[in-house]
């Protein structure tokens, strides 16, 4: 089942914050957050796991909060380069390689 | 040698036709998958090949076949397909092993498909 994204968009100008939720009605073995700008592969940013392990970018913060099955991503001091489309994905079940991205969230910085 | 790699980058074929896309990568990632991706919309997870292996098929329709010649290659042959089978077709890769726990995903640019 697709997670829920919110806020479908946001608009930021340059430095200033935004989070970005996803939520799912199923239990999560992990959540994968994905930016894809216009015209671009979606590029790998953070992947959280069930138990509290993380891998991402450094730039990068996420939560993971099993009990609700929710996940946000955590974007401060936002730079241009942050525009673009955030995606989450979630996996039900470890190992099972299928990932079911959520419609995107899409961003927008502004000098 | 970290990226993906897909040919061809746009593809332009009538209804009849028999083409395929070709996918890349040599990361050593023992998982590659197919996605077809809408504008403004999200991938949708097509197959799935692990050690070279089928282990995904999300009910594609058949003038989609996927094959898998080698860990390192991942090819899509497309015939008679349809209008609505132009999209964007993404092909990703992923380090999984069996139990493991990190199954981030490096997407390839894609092939922007165009069925006339």
């Known amino acids: 089942q697709q997670p829920v994204q919110s806020p479908q968009a946001v608009i930021l100008r340059e430095g200033e914050d935004a989070v970005i939720n996803c939520s799912s009605s199923?239990?999560?073995?992990?959540v994968h957050w994905y930016r894809q700008k216009h015209g671009e592969a979606p590029v790998f940013l953070m992947i959280?796991?069930?138990?509290?392990e993380q891998k991402g970018h450094e730039k990068i913060s996420a939560s993971f909060n099993e009990k609700k099955q929710q996940s946000s991503l955590y974007l401060t001091a936002s730079q241009l380069s942050y525009s673009g489309t955030y995606f989450c994905?979630?996996?039900?079940?470890?190992?099972?390689?299928?990932?079911?991205f959520g419609k995107g969230t899409k961003l927008t910085v502004n000098p | 040698d970290t990226e993906v790699t897909q040919t061809p980058k746009h593809l332009v074929m009538g209804m009849t036709n028999k083409k395929s896309l070709k996918c890349e990568q040599h990361?050593?990632?023992?998982?590659m998958y197919w996605y077809k991706q809408k504008a403004k919309k999200p991938p949708e997870l097509m197959f799935v090949?692990?050690?070279?292996?089928?282990?995904i098929n999300e009910s594609v329709p058949s003038r989609f076949s996927p094959e898998c010649p080698n860990s390192s290659l991942l090819n899509l042959h497309l015939h008679a397909l349809q209008p609505e089978d132009s999209a964007l077709y993404l092909c990703?890769?992923?380090?999984?092993?069996?139990?493991?726990?990190?199954?981030?995903?490096?997407f390839g640019p894609g092939t922007r498909l165009t069925v006339l």
């Open positions: 990703a890769s992923s380090p999984w092993t069996s139990g493991s726990s990190y199954n981030e995903q490096f």
């Open positions: 199923k239990a999560l073995y992990s």
């Open positions: 959280l796991l069930k138990g509290g």
């Open positions: 994905g979630t996996e039900v079940q470890g190992g099972s390689e299928k990932l079911v």
């Open positions: 990361m050593g990632h023992r998982a």
């Open positions: 090949y692990s050690y070279e292996k089928l282990s």
